[in-house]
């Protein structure tokens, strides 16, 4: 079964700072993975995405994420973390049409 | 307008009374989800529907119920309502061509059980 781990539930970074969010997955085949963010009393909106082909993708909001196959990892990155960011983050493992399975998130702090 | 409303987005209620959580959609999918959001959790699957005649159980379906009225409409209901259904309650969608599972989110639905 697929599954998806996000091991920091609390990430607290300065404004300016760089942002790695870390997400491992578990998947017989080549998943399909995404990142969503989700600002507080919002839904949840997708980052980025990635299906197949340049393991580096980019996403809205100066976000990029990069899939390795061998660590079986999709990190999410930010060279410059501004206040608005604070939310919380979601990676999400959806291969085809299979249901997408969520990690438990991590929570963003950014202090000014 | 929002592509996937949901009705209502903050709801109190009393252990025991009945509850129906309203979403529709005018994306034109087919794949409709309801999700349950509680703190340090994440997101779990309470029911899915693939289309108007599919209805399947997620990973925690007991206590809950749904019905898919039409293409863009899916509600969620708790018969009885207690106190551990407190959380957030998310609706989604998405396409079954595309075959991706990329989800498209309702801005949520904030239950309170006392």
């Known amino acids: 079964a697929q599954s998806v781990t996000q091991p920091d539930i609390h990430i607290t970074v300065s404004e300016g700072a760089s942002l790695e969010l870390r997400c491992n997955y578990s998947y017989g085949a080549t998943p399909y993975l995404f990142w969503y963010v989700q600002s507080p009393g919002q839904g949840l909106q997708l980052l980025l995405k990635y299906f197949s082909g340049d393991t580096l993708v980019q996403g809205i909001k100066g976000f990029e994420a990069e899939f390795k196959r061998s660590q079986s990892s999709f990190n999410l990155r930010k060279p410059s973390v501004h206040w608005s960011d604070a939310a919380e983050y979601f990676c999400a493992v959806g291969p085809g049409s299979y249901i997408p399975t969520f990690g438990r998130g991590t929570s963003l702090i950014v202090h000014p | 307008d929002a592509d996937v409303t949901q009705t209502p987005r903050n709801r109190i209620t009393k252990t025991g009374k009945r509850i129906m959580l309203e979403c529709s959609q005018t994306?034109?999918?087919?794949?409709m989800y309801w999700y349950r959001q509680d703190p340090g959790l994440g997101l779990r699957l309470i029911y899915y529907?693939?289309?108007?005649?599919?209805?399947n159980k997620g990973e925690i379906s007991d206590g809950y119920s749904v019905s898919r009225q039409a293409q863009a409409k899916f509600s969620l209901s708790l018969e009885s309502a207690i106190p551990n259904q407190t959380a957030l309650y998310f609706c989604?969608?998405?396409?079954?061509?595309?075959?991706?599972?990329?989800?498209?989110f309702g801005e949520g639905s904030r239950l309170t059980v006392l």
């Open positions: 989604a969608t998405s396409e079954t061509a595309q075959n991706t599972g990329e989800l498209f």
């Open positions: 529907s693939f289309d108007v005649k599919d209805i």
């Open positions: 994306k034109g999918h087919d794949r």
